[in-house]
């Protein structure tokens, strides 16, 4: 049997050579110096060998115990050179698979299914703050109080609806981790009630006649960028959500047919959208049209016109003109309108949800709406423009309800 000192004193020769302890361990010398643990053994009537790593990391002691471990697994049917390969494969294989790798995977699935630009813009905004706590941890060993740790770290800055988000968006990466054989389980599935709950934030919004006409007019004297100031005033008319209006293309518009179409992969719903267009409407993009129909969108940024409009473009010009936060939003519009158009009490219900692309949670009461409202809706739009135009004018306001009729009249 081996001692420390035969193995310290053991020199390097021109030819590799060994040193035998017992059991079939022994220690080989290379020529460059290094002296390497090995194991000889018989599995299945073939001849194998075992490595157990280098002296001295590996210590005398410490390889007679890898040697006495292997032998148990050999008599318990483990060829032990082979379990050593595959732990080698899956260990390579975790660190190519980190939380990260498998995230920026996922995001490039979401953008080839067609996951809308702005929409991949915030998850990836989102997962950056996940990377610094576990980004390069292999997905399949994070555990929830990992996850949860990011969690924390985004709820102690007082962001509970990023902090929900979070959870969402970690939990749609553990799924594709799981469904691409790269972990087990969805380990943030379980943190669903472990941040504190956001409160319900509603958009600030106008919805009184009298100053809904106020906020017309101020926008019609608004002397900010041409771009801007046309987006103000059509945001009002058109009943669209700020990204679906800033991310409109010149292709999206029908002036022969006044339709504005709007196609899936922009909407919040993903599903295609239709507005019909006013003559106001029509007016106010023949105007736009002379000053950005050479580029891609209607709204093109200031600066950068190969892109969209900032999505506070719109809010910053209320700001400017003196409504606050809490006062009116560029997502207000929406419920500015759907307060009225409901007053009105001329319209179905339902078109006006239809008008605004949301989407009847109710399956059976879908399908019967195939038609989706079409001629109302026409009706409808042109209706509203027209009493928005009699609000900015600042004729003698009325309730909405008789509004609808003087305007016939």
């Known amino acids: 049997m081996l001692t420390y000192i035969q193995i310290n004193a053991a020199k390097p020769r021109e030819k590799a050579w060994t040193l035998s302890d017992s059991q079939s361990l022994y220690l080989v010398i290379q020529p460059n ?24 990391t590996i210590s005398l002691a410490e390889a007679r115990a890898r040697r006495d471990e292997a032998k148990k697994k050999i008599a318990e049917g483990i060829d032990p050179a082979l379990e050593k390969k595959r732990a080698r494969i899956a260990a390579k294989y975790a660190a190519a698979n980190t939380f ?36 390069t941890i292999p997905i399949a060993q994070i555990t929830p109080h990992e996850a949860l740790a990011v969690l924390r770290k985004v ?66 004297g608004y002397t900010g960028h041409k771009v801007t100031v046309m ?6 008319h058109v009943l669209l959500r700020p990204g679906e209006l800033r991310q409109a293309e010149w292709t999206d518009i029908d002036f022969d047919e006044a339709i504005w179409f709007i196609p899936a992969e922009r909407m919040k719903m993903r599903r295609p959208h239709r507005v ?12 736009l049209h002379e000053h950005t129909h050479w580029w891609r969108y209607l709204f093109p940024a200031l600066g950068r016109p ?3 409009m900032s999505e506070n473009a719109v809010n910053q010009g209320l700001r400017r003109l003196g409504y606050t936060t809490n006062e009116m939003t560029a997502h207000g519009f929406r419920a500015m309108a759907a307060t009225l158009l409901n007053e009105m009490g001329e319209w179905n219900p339902d078109a006006i949800e239809r008008q605004l692309a949301h989407v009847d ?38 309730r909405p309800e008789f509004g609808a009729k003087r305007l016939r009249g």
């Open 100 to 135: 990260e790798a498998v995230a920026e995977e996922w995001l490039i699935k979401c953008e080839r299914d067609g996951l809308a630009p702005v929409t991949v813009d915030k998850i990836r905004w989102l997962l950056a703050k996940a990377y610094p706590v576990i980004g």
């Open 33 to 56: 110096g290094s002296k390497l643990w090995r194991f000889n053994y018989r599995f299945l009537d073939k001849q194998k060998k075992l490595h157990l790593g280098g002296w001295p």
């Open 155 to 220: 709820e102690a800055t007082g962001a509970y609806e990023s902090a929900r988000r979070m959870r969402s968006v970690l939990s749609r990466v553990f799924r594709y981790g799981v469904a691409t054989v790269r972990c087990d389980k969805d380990v943030a599935a379980d943190l669903r009630g472990a941040i504190a709950a956001p409160k319900v934030k509603h958009f600030a919004a106008i919805t009184k006649p009298s100053e809904v006409g106020a906020l017309l007019r101020a926008i019609d």
């Open 276 to 287: 019909p267009l006013s003559r106001q409407v029509i007016a106010m993009l023949k105007e």
């Open 231 to 236: 987006a103000m005033r059509l945001s009002p």
């Open 306 to 308: 190969r892109k969209a």
């Open 361 to 398: 949670t109710n399956q059976v009461r879908r399908a019967y709406a195939r038609g989706e409202y079409w001629d109302e809706r026409v009706q409808m739009m042109q209706r509203w423009s027209d009493y928005l135009d009699d609000l900015r004018d600042g004729g003698k306001v009325l």
